[in-house]
């Protein structure tokens, strides 16, 4: 008789998964669906400028709207910054500190530039004009790509390369001039 109800309940149980076993024994998790973030630039502001490094340090103030709030840390974002009228790389880019981002929201991503001296000699030949209110830049920047890593609890994930943008950059030279 009880062999009869193991074998019973054994019986039950495959045919719930058509009958293979792996399905049984393999756990399954639901993962939430959540939908592709969309992004906003606000502002940015340069914090700082080593001459002898030729970084500049940049915070950018992004506006963020995703569904569901399971906190995602960005550990990684870096990439490579061309001039996309005449292909001159400007220099590297990468994420300074972990940003963790807890639902829809106000995010400040620190991001230092590793300019190239090439790229400077560049800039400063091709983009650089005087006007009344100072030397200004201006500057197609062209991002082939961008390498990111996230943490969503204790899972690290590495997002495969993204495609690039191009933006044109513009600003000011401050009165310590150009590097």
Do not use: W
Not at 99 to 127: C, K, M, W
Not at 135 to 156: H, I
């Amino acid at each position: 008789m009880t062999v009869a109800i193991i074998a019973g309940v054994l019986y039950v149980g495959l045919a719930q998964y058509d009958f293979d076993f792996m399905r049984v024994i393999t756990p399954s998790v639901e993962m939430p669906r959540l939908g592709a973030p969309s992004f906003n630039f606000v502002s940015y502001v340069v914090e700082g400028y080593n001459p002898l490094t030729l970084q500049v340090f940049v915070k950018f103030q992004v506006d963020i709207e995703v569904e569901g709030s399971i906190p995602v840390t960005l550990v990684e974002f870096r990439g490579e910054a061309y001039c996309a009228d005449h292909g001159v790389k400007l220099g590297d880019f990468y994420l300074t500190s972990n940003v963790t981002i807890n639902g829809s929201g106000r995010y400040e991503f620190p991001i230092a530039i590793s300019l190239t001296p090439q790229g400077v000699d560049h800039v400063r030949r091709n983009h650089l004009v005087s006007s009344d209110g100072g030397d200004v830049v201006e500057v197609r920047v062209e991002v082939p790509e961008v390498k990111a890593r996230l943490m969503v609890g204790s899972v690290n994930i590495t997002i495969p390369a993204s495609s690039g943008l191009v933006t044109t950059v513009r600003f000011t030279i401050p009165e310590e001039g150009f590097p």
